[in-house]
């Protein structure tokens, strides 16, 4: 093995979780506005969804600035 075929680094994997998290916390928006005429908007199970998609893009986000080393 040559010292380039570590895996994945840390800001691959964090540019991955920022991604991964910011569709799914649009997505869940979005499936809010999609269903805009039906009573009660957003209930506890997409809040919970909303703030666990956030959490991971920032956690992804924290990961960026550390770099090329393996994760």
């Known amino acids: 093995m040559s010292e380039h075929d570590e895996g994945i680094s840390k800001r691959q994997l964090g540019i991955a979780l920022a991604?991964?998290?910011a569709v799914g916390f649009l997505a869940i928006?979005?499936?809010d506005l999609v269903d805009a005429g039906r009573p009660g908007g957003i209930g506890?199970?997409?809040s919970l969804a909303?703030?666990?998609t956030a959490a991971l893009s920032l956690i992804g986000?924290?990961?960026i600035p550390?770099?090329?080393a393996p994760a």
């Open 19 to 21: 991604i991964v998290g």
């Open 29 to 31: 928006l979005s499936i």
């Open 44 to 46: 506890p199970a997409q």
């Open 50 to 52: 909303l703030l666990l």
């Open 61 to 63: 986000l924290s990961l």
């Open 66 to 68: 550390l770099g090329d």
